[in-house]
């Protein structure tokens, strides 16, 4: 009697994984890996974005405080740079920074418009900016 046998299960057969079940098997393992790193490096550019845009409004919001402490007699019409000085500019890479004081627009009488901003260029080479206008009134009138 001749013994029949068949490629599965049989004498034959040979346990493991085929070259081509490797290949594919390391194929989506590596796209994997270079998924979750390009996420990861997503993150850190989302991060230092968001700290820098803090960094600018912060400056802002404290230029804007030094303005709200100076004499309204001393606000004088035109642009210029932040009267105070803010270390923390330094972590802006080209940080433009200006302080415009102008007329109200309705032409009120004592009343004086202030714009704020600063612009700059984040690591990735995009312009941001940031930037508050208020209103400054004369105490009294």
Same mark, same amino acid.
């Given at each position: 009697?001749? %013994?029949?046998?068949?490629? /599965?299960?049989?004498?034959?057969?040979r346990?493991?994984?085929?070259?081509?079940e490797?290949?594919?098997?390391?194929?989506?393992?590596?796209?994997?890996?270079?998924g979750?790193?390009?996420l990861?490096?997503f993150?850190l550019?989302?991060?230092?974005?968001?700290?820098?845009?803090?960094?600018?409004?912060q400056?802002?919001q404290?230029?804007?405080e030094?303005?709200?402490? #100076?004499?309204f007699?001393?606000l004088?019409?035109?642009?210029?740079?932040?009267?105070?000085?803010n270390?923390?500019?330094?972590?802006?890479?080209?940080?433009d920074?200006?302080? #415009?004081?102008?007329?109200?627009?309705?032409g009120?009488?004592?009343? %004086? %418009?202030?714009?704020?901003?600063? /612009?700059?260029? #984040?690591?990735?080479?995009? /312009?941001a900016?940031?930037?508050?206008?208020?209103?400054?009134g004369? %105490?009294?009138?």
């Amino acid at each position: 009697m001749v %013994k029949a046998t068949t490629r /599965r299960g049989g004498e034959n057969s040979r346990a493991g994984f085929s070259l081509l079940e490797l290949t594919t098997a390391m194929f989506i393992l590596v796209v994997g890996i270079f998924g979750v790193f390009h996420l990861f490096l997503f993150g850190l550019d989302r991060m230092r974005t968001l700290d820098e845009a803090a960094i600018a409004t912060q400056a802002v919001q404290n230029e804007l405080e030094v303005l709200r402490t #100076t004499p309204f007699s001393m606000l004088q019409d035109g642009a210029h740079a932040f009267t105070s000085p803010n270390p923390a500019l330094e972590q802006l890479h080209l940080a433009d920074t200006k302080v #415009t004081v102008s007329p109200a627009p309705d032409g009120t009488i004592g009343l %004086k %418009k202030i714009e704020i901003s600063i /612009r700059w260029i #984040t690591e990735n080479g995009r /312009r941001a900016e940031r930037s508050i206008t208020t209103l400054a009134g004369e %105490k009294g009138s």
